[in-house]
């Protein structure tokens, strides 16, 4: 079968299709329900136990048909982004079309359909878990996973590969990151706070910098809350790595007038 490149189409490799199911779902029974997305001409299906329900969205009506014939079972001819879920599914799996747009669209509606514990499982670029803020917005509901894939088992293909897993928890992890947190609260500091930790501006002094800063755009003295409120403006952080290092910096470094108040000294050694 011949990909449409102008529909995203990667297909992937049918042993692949189930190593995939073997290694990461061998747990599944009659009792689950698996939402195959971007279906395809049906290798996750397929892959998929027969005594376990199995349902696939496909936007390509000649695939869709292909998949039925192929796996003898239910493929809705729909748009992922846009077409409501056709089961309550304890797993959805997939090789979505590479579009963010249709991804989140199809992890939110996953969220209001799993129950806790369970999971989507998706073959994504590398590239969706790059950036901190995207990250930290799906750790908010999901703990993440992922496992490095060789891109040249698709024939064409550029992008490094991932097998992204989304579980629904209560309390959420992030497992096989790192510095996502930190960087994502870095980044939403005050513009000229953020200058000195992220690019080309951070320097080996940046934590006495940015309490130096802070005191003279307080007018000389501040608090510490004043001088945490001052670094990260209307938007408060969630860890506390960066208050813990300017607190340190701001009782070594710098002058207490009083109980919790720190200033300016004549001369501030900012070498922390």
Same mark, same amino acid.
């Given at each position: 079968?011949?990909?449409?490149?102008?529909?995203?189409?990667?297909?992937?490799?049918?042993?692949?299709?189930?190593?995939?199911?073997?290694?990461?779902?061998?747990?599944?029974?009659?009792?689950?329900?698996?939402?195959?997305?971007?279906?395809?001409?049906?290798?996750?299906?397929?892959?998929?136990?027969?005594?376990?329900?199995?349902?696939?969205?496909?936007?390509?009506?000649?695939?869709?048909?292909?998949?039925?014939?192929?796996?003898?079972?239910?493929?809705?001819?729909?748009?992922?982004?846009?077409?409501?879920?056709?089961?309550?599914?304890?797993?959805?799996?997939?090789?979505?079309?590479?579009?963010?747009?249709?991804?989140?669209?199809?992890?939110?509606?996953?969220?209001?359909?799993?129950?806790?514990?369970?999971?989507?499982?998706?073959?994504?670029?590398?590239?969706?878990?790059?950036?901190?803020?995207?990250?930290?917005?799906?750790?908010?509901?999901?703990?993440?996973?992922?496992?490095?894939?060789?891109?040249?088992? !698709?024939? @064409?293909? &550029?992008?490094?590969?991932?097998?992204?897993?989304?579980?629904? $928890?209560?309390?959420?992890?992030? *497992? #096989?990151?790192?510095?996502?947190?930190?960087?994502?609260?870095?980044?939403?500091?005050?513009?000229?706070?953020?200058?000195? !930790?992220? @690019?080309? &501006?951070?320097?080996?002094?940046?934590?006495?910098?940015?309490? $130096?800063?802070?005191?003279?755009? *307080? #007018?000389?003295?501040?608090?510490?809350?004043?001088?945490?409120?001052?670094?990260?403006?209307?938007?408060?952080?969630?860890?506390?790595?960066?208050?813990?290092?300017?607190?340190?910096?701001?009782?070594?470094?710098?002058?207490?007038?009083?109980?919790?108040?720190?200033?300016?000294?004549?001369?501030?050694?900012?070498?922390?």
């Amino acid at each position: 079968m011949k990909r449409d490149t102008s529909l995203n189409q990667y297909f992937m490799p049918v042993w692949a299709a189930e190593q995939i199911i073997k290694h990461y779902y061998s747990h599944l029974t009659e009792k689950d329900t698996v939402l195959d997305i971007g279906t395809g001409d049906g290798r996750f299906l397929n892959a998929i136990p027969q005594h376990v329900n199995a349902v696939g969205i496909e936007i390509d009506p000649e695939l869709a048909q292909i998949a039925r014939e192929n796996t003898g079972r239910e493929v809705i001819l729909g748009n992922a982004a846009s077409t409501p879920f056709p089961v309550k599914p304890t797993l959805v799996i997939g090789n979505p079309p590479f579009e963010m747009k249709v991804v989140n669209s199809v992890i939110d509606q996953a969220y209001e359909h799993l129950d806790y514990g369970q999971e989507v499982g998706f073959v994504l670029p590398v590239y969706v878990f790059q950036t901190a803020d995207t990250v930290m917005k799906y750790a908010e509901h999901w703990t993440l996973m992922h496992d490095l894939m060789p891109r040249n088992m !698709f024939e @064409g293909m &550029q992008k490094p590969l991932m097998f992204a897993r989304f579980v629904k $928890e209560r309390q959420t992890l992030m *497992l #096989g990151m790192f510095l996502y947190e930190e960087t994502s609260d870095l980044l939403s500091l005050k513009k000229k706070y953020r200058m000195l !930790f992220i @690019g080309n &501006q951070s320097s080996t002094h940046l934590w006495g910098e940015a309490v $130096e800063q802070a005191l003279v755009s *307080l #007018g000389g003295e501040g608090s510490l809350a004043d001088i945490y409120q001052e670094i990260e403006g209307k938007r408060p952080t969630t860890t506390q790595h960066w208050k813990a290092q300017i607190r340190k910096v701001a009782q070594e470094s710098f002058y207490k007038v009083a109980r919790g108040i720190y200033s300016l000294p004549p001369r501030v050694d900012i070498a922390a």
